[in-house]
């Protein structure tokens, strides 16, 4: 390879050597043909000079009057004598050898011809068996059709994609590369799998030129996506899409863009009075669930002490996860609920909704509530909460969601489509959807089917606790 770097830099330099000469022989030539111009452009005028007084004289030859013809006959010696064409050099100012001008490249056509150029790489071949889809990562597997010591490195491309099978031209988004991957396999992890499917192709490079991308291949990247429905949340609560945070004053506030929207000096006031009440109401009082929930086609807002909001997509099979943060909150709630949980009702405290509980108000509690009935967990309140909801199966299960311990398992038999609830008081709640089911909870999934522990029944347990 060294030699071929040599042989290859002397080439270099060779050309640009000739590169010189040959602009030399450009400038040579263009003065040359410069000069030719300049001749040819004075002998055309000579000529067309010649001609007019050839024609004049012919035209002399038939004057008859003698005193005419010796006028004529002294303007045609005049203008012979200071005529054009018998001043200038009829000689070429080229020569008609120009070999002396000619590029000799024969050297560099043998240095050239004894190179051995690298062959352009044979597309890889993705192996869709092998390729592993597991824990929001994607592993993607492939091969060479036939051996290749040549190559130095691999490039993988990617994009997220809702269409089956092969690539569109179409409505697809741009191709993402990961580039200088030594082996034939990569894991591209941490992803969030808000498409249903991923394209990946793969092409080989050796150290001149890279080679054709292999066929692509479409994997399945399915996972449970979903944002906070801000349409029927507590009017105390701020929405975005994964974020909720409890606002003291949203309340008001939307009650003024409700009513039309009073003039600012109004809405100054407002926040004025909400900020000069003498304490913020804590959940402890006393809900309204004896109220019956009524099943409505677009829901109400939540109001009273319901400070919840619901996810805006209904779980209506399958195995699926999510995760939430806390963010400084003294009371919050996260489970599941039917799409009829009354506007006044809480999560945990109707037979509609299931949830682990955390209270900061005063002394940290943790429970597990459904029905109205809670059971406390004696552990401690994990910074980040997994939720796995297993909806043909019967089961909702709670997990530390970084060290996958289990919290807790309700197991029921859900009868109409859920949606993701959260309840959150003095603080906010931040969400993490488009996550595969971790293959450590799936295994403890299958352990913990088979025993009774924490999926005891909150049938015994005492009713009417307080949040």
């Known amino acids: 390879m060294e030699a071929q770097k040599e042989a290859?830099?002397?080439?270099?330099?060779?050309?640009?050597?000739?590169?010189?000469?040959?602009?030399?022989?450009?400038?040579?030539?263009?003065?040359?043909?410069?000069g030719v111009q300049n001749q040819l452009s004075q002998c055309s005028n000579a000529l067309e000079n010649s001609e007019e007084l050839l024609e004049f004289a012919?035209?002399?030859?038939?004057?008859?009057?003698?005193?005419?013809?010796?006028?004529?006959?002294?303007?045609?010696?005049?203008r012979v004598t200071m005529a054009s064409a018998f001043r200038i050099s009829l000689k070429p100012k080229v020569s008609d050898n120009m070999t002396h001008l000619m590029v000799d490249f024969s050297q560099e056509r043998q240095m050239l011809q004894a190179l051995k150029f690298?062959?352009?790489?044979?597309?890889?071949?993705?192996?869709?068996?092998?390729?592993?889809?597991?824990?929001?990562?994607?592993?993607?597997?492939?091969?060479?059709?036939?051996?290749?010591?040549?190559?130095?490195?691999?490039?993988?491309?990617?994009?997220?994609?809702?269409?089956?099978?092969?690539?569109?031209?179409?409505d697809e988004t741009c191709w993402e590369l990961i580039d200088y991957i030594k082996g034939t396999e990569y894991m591209l992890s941490g992803l969030k799998f808000d498409s249903k499917y991923m394209?990946?192709?793969?092409?080989?490079?050796?150290k001149a030129v890279a080679g054709e991308y292999s066929d692509p291949v479409t994997l399945e990247?399915?996972?449970?996506?979903?944002?906070?429905?801000?349409?029927?949340?507590?009017?105390?609560?701020?929405?975005?899409?994964?974020?909720?945070?409890?606002?003291?004053?949203?309340?008001?506030?939307?009650?003024?863009?409700?009513?039309?929207?009073?003039?600012?000096?109004?809405?100054?006031?407002?926040?004025?009075?909400?900020?000069?009440?003498?304490?913020?109401?804590?959940?402890?009082?006393?809900?309204?669930?004896?109220?019956?929930?009524?099943?409505r086609g677009s829901r109400d807002r939540f109001t009273g002490e319901s400070y919840t909001v619901l996810g805006d997509t209904a779980i209506e099979s399958g195995q699926h996860y999510w995760e939430v943060r806390a963010?400084?909150?003294?009371?919050?709630?996260?489970?599941?609920?039917?799409?009829n949980l009354g506007k006044f009702d809480q999560l945990g405290k109707?037979?509609?909704?299931?949830?682990?509980?955390?209270?900061?108000?005063?002394?940290?509690?943790?429970?597990?509530?459904?029905?109205?009935?809670?059971?406390?967990?004696?552990?401690?309140?994990?910074?980040r909460i997994g939720v796995y909801c297993d909806f043909d199966g019967g089961q909702l299960s709670f997990y530390n969601a970084i060290s996958k311990q289990l919290l807790y398992t309700f197991k029921t038999k859900f009868t109409q489509p859920l949606l993701p609830g959260f309840m959150v008081w003095c603080g906010g709640l931040a969400l993490n959807t488009g996550l595969q089911v971790p293959s450590a909870v799936k295994m403890l999934q299958k352990s913990e089917n088979g025993l009774s522990g924490s999926a005891s029944s909150l049938s015994n347990v005492t009713h009417n606790m307080s949040i």
Not at 59 to 75: G, M, N, T, V, Y
Not at 351 to 371: D, E, G, P, R
Request: proline share 5%.
């Open 118 to 170: 690298l062959p352009v790489p044979k597309a890889p071949e993705i192996d869709p068996v092998e390729c592993l889809v597991a824990d929001n990562a994607v592993t993607i597997v492939w091969r060479m059709p036939e051996e290749d010591n040549k190559i130095d490195h691999f490039v993988l491309e990617y994009r997220k994609t809702n269409f089956d099978g092969l690539p569109r031209v179409k």
């Open 8 to 34: 290859l830099q002397r080439i270099i330099s060779t050309l640009a050597n000739k590169n010189e000469e040959i602009q030399n022989f450009i400038d040579t030539l263009n003065h040359t043909l410069k």
């Open 199 to 206: 394209n990946f192709r793969v092409r080989a490079c050796n």
């Open 327 to 339: 963010q400084d909150c003294k009371s919050y709630s996260v489970g599941v609920a039917y799409k």
């Open 221 to 295: 990247t399915k996972a449970l996506v979903f944002n906070l429905d801000n349409t029927s949340s507590h009017l105390n609560l701020k929405v975005e899409d994964s974020y909720v945070e409890w606002d003291p004053t949203g309340g008001k506030g939307q009650e003024n863009k409700i009513k039309g929207k009073e003039n600012k000096g109004s809405g100054q006031i407002t926040v004025l009075k909400n900020n000069t009440r003498s304490g913020t109401p804590s959940p402890k009082r006393t809900s309204v669930s004896s109220r019956s929930p009524s099943i």
């Open 350 to 383: 109707t037979n509609t909704s299931w949830c682990i509980h955390v209270n900061n108000w005063l002394q940290t509690t943790f429970a597990a509530k459904h029905n109205n009935k809670a059971k406390a967990l004696d552990m401690t309140v994990p910074d």
């Open 58 to 78: 012919a035209r002399s030859l038939d004057i008859k009057d003698p005193e005419e013809f010796s006028k004529a006959a002294r303007q045609i010696k005049d």
